[in-house]
């Protein structure tokens, strides 16, 4: 009885505009925050719930199923894209995404594949612009998270994701492995694309893709973007936004999709040891004055590597309210007296107790200090040694 063409349109608008709400309203509230993140994640999953229902209704030829046999390429695409955002909804919590996920949406994808579906063109809905084939969305999903999104805020993923779904044109899906691909995946297998360092294990379902297309078309929206100083009409990223906030954005994507991975800069050493952390600036001069900080403002986390420029470390979710890519951090290896300061530039969450957190370390002789603007006496930290004709970095 379900009338499924119109399931999700009527809300369909209510939940892009609190999506939108909930990544550019300032100083939003944590409960907020988590009830809009339950509501627009709800939604998404709920419509993926219907659309497994009617492909499940017409594998079982249960009654009403040769009804759906004509809509089955719009009914597969609209569950790939419900799963695309419900992904994209978990990233904005950064995950876990468990296993169970590529195995069912490449499952979709073999069915329409396996009924020559996958390539049919079709409209995802009424008015909803250009067209699109089931392997697109798919193909939209991997490529989203090949893109490294826990390396990117909640607002930096969303931009991302609208820079992927105008470039898909330039991205194919094929069996063939090429000099060009860079990553591949398997259907029928619980894994998330990964990159092309050696040839994997030849199935029939194996996949490929490569980005050189996509990269030619990046590189000539981000010039544009830096000589207009303005975003082109010709791209919806889902809002008005600075090009400051865009440009970096772009920048990541290129990285992520060049036919050579980004190298680290310092070799990673794998370590086992505590490290007290305090978060936020006013914490930081706190304890650079040796001034007494709330006593529960510290926390103790477990440094899982090291390098010259930053470290891993596994983190307990309880209580992290503040933490995200980009927070600032004071850290203090065990036994040590001396601080260091930190980014989150990382952020992978295991489960809902715990997360794997990257950090570069951006100064490691830190100085609480008061400095002078023409008479006003502003607190800040140095964050390397003082020198004669040298800039320096102040927070």
Same mark, same amino acid.
């Given at each position: 009885?379900?009338?499924?063409?119109?399931?999700?349109?009527?809300?369909?608008?209510?939940?892009?505009?609190?999506?939108?709400?909930?990544? *550019?309203?300032?100083?939003?509230?944590?409960?907020?925050?988590?009830?809009?993140?339950?509501? /627009?994640? $709800?939604?998404?999953?709920?419509?993926?719930?219907?659309?497994?229902?009617?492909?499940?209704?017409?594998?079982?030829?249960?009654?009403?199923?040769?009804?759906?046999?004509?809509?089955?390429?719009?009914?597969?695409?609209?569950?790939?894209?419900?799963?695309?955002?419900?992904?994209?909804?978990?990233?904005?919590?950064?995950?876990?995404?468990?296993?169970?996920?590529?195995?069912?949406? !490449?499952?979709?994808?073999?069915?329409?594949?396996?009924?020559?579906?996958?390539?049919?063109?079709?409209?995802?809905?009424?008015?909803?612009? !250009?067209?699109?084939?089931?392997?697109?969305?798919?193909?939209?999903?991997?490529?989203?998270?090949?893109?490294?999104?826990?390396?990117? /805020?909640?607002?930096?993923?969303?931009?991302?994701?609208?820079?992927?779904?105008?470039?898909?044109?330039?991205?194919?899906?094929?069996?063939?492995?090429?000099?060009?691909?860079?990553?591949?995946?398997?259907?029928?297998?619980?894994?998330?694309?990964?990159?092309?360092?050696?040839?994997?294990?030849?199935?029939? *379902?194996?996949?490929?893709?490569?980005?050189?297309?996509?990269? *030619?078309?990046?590189?000539?929206?981000?010039?544009?973007?830096?000589?207009?100083?303005?975003?082109?009409?010709?791209?919806?990223?889902?809002?008005?936004?600075?090009?400051?906030?865009?440009?970096?954005?772009?920048?990541?994507?290129?990285?992520?999709?060049?036919?050579?991975?980004?190298?680290?800069?310092?070799?990673?050493?794998?370590?086992?040891?505590?490290?007290?952390?305090?978060?936020?600036?006013?914490?930081?001069?706190?304890?650079?004055?040796?001034? /007494?900080?709330?006593?529960?403002?510290?926390?103790?986390?477990?440094?899982?590597?090291? /390098?010259?420029?930053?470290?891993?470390?596994?983190?307990?979710?309880?209580?992290?309210?503040?933490?995200?890519? $980009?927070?600032?951090?004071?850290?203090?290896?065990?036994?040590?007296?001396?601080?260091?300061?930190?980014?989150?530039?990382?952020?992978?969450?295991?489960?809902?107790?715990?997360?794997?957190?990257?950090?570069?370390?951006?100064?490691?002789?830190?100085?609480?200090?008061?400095?002078? !603007?023409? !008479?006003?006496? *502003?607190?800040?930290?140095?964050?390397?040694?003082?020198?004669?004709?040298?800039?320096?970095?102040?927070?």
């Amino acid at each position: 009885k379900l009338d499924w063409k119109n399931a999700d349109l009527e809300l369909l608008p209510q939940t892009r505009r609190l999506g939108r709400d909930y990544l *550019t309203t300032p100083r939003l509230s944590r409960v907020q925050e988590l009830n809009w993140w339950r509501v /627009s994640r $709800g939604y998404w999953g709920g419509l993926v719930t219907v659309y497994e229902d009617l492909l499940r209704r017409h594998r079982g030829q249960e009654k009403g199923a040769d009804a759906l046999k004509p809509n089955l390429p719009t009914i597969s695409a609209r569950l790939l894209h419900a799963y695309g955002n419900r992904l994209k909804w978990d990233q904005f919590r950064y995950g876990p995404i468990e296993p169970t996920f590529w195995a069912a949406i !490449g499952d979709v994808y073999l069915a329409a594949l396996q009924a020559k579906q996958a390539q049919k063109p079709l409209h995802l809905y009424p008015g909803s612009g !250009g067209e699109t084939t089931v392997e697109r969305e798919y193909l939209k999903t991997l490529l989203f998270h090949a893109s490294s999104m826990d390396n990117l /805020s909640p607002l930096e993923i969303e931009i991302a994701e609208r820079v992927i779904a105008h470039l898909m044109p330039a991205f194919t899906l094929v069996a063939e492995s090429a000099p060009d691909n860079v990553y591949w995946v398997d259907p029928a297998k619980p894994l998330p694309p990964t990159r092309l360092a050696r040839l994997p294990e030849v199935t029939a *379902t194996l996949r490929f893709f490569a980005t050189r297309n996509a990269l *030619t078309s990046l590189a000539s929206l981000q010039r544009s973007v830096e000589v207009s100083g303005a975003l082109p009409a010709a791209v919806n990223f889902g809002g008005q936004y600075s090009p400051r906030v865009v440009l970096p954005v772009l920048e990541h994507l290129a990285a992520c999709w060049a036919p050579k991975p980004p190298m680290r800069h310092h070799a990673r050493h794998q370590v086992k040891s505590r490290l007290a952390v305090v978060p936020g600036l006013p914490a930081i001069m706190l304890n650079l004055a040796g001034r /007494s900080p709330e006593p529960d403002n510290t926390e103790a986390w477990v440094v899982d590597d090291v /390098s010259q420029g930053g470290m891993g470390a596994t983190v307990p979710m309880v209580g992290k309210d503040w933490l995200r890519v $980009g927070a600032l951090v004071g850290l203090q290896p065990d036994g040590g007296r001396n601080w260091l300061i930190g980014l989150v530039r990382r952020l992978a969450r295991e489960s809902e107790t715990s997360c794997t957190v990257g950090l570069e370390t951006i100064s490691k002789s830190p100085r609480a200090i008061v400095a002078d !603007g023409g !008479g006003l006496q *502003t607190e800040a930290v140095l964050l390397e040694p003082l020198a004669a004709d040298q800039d320096v970095r102040l927070l």
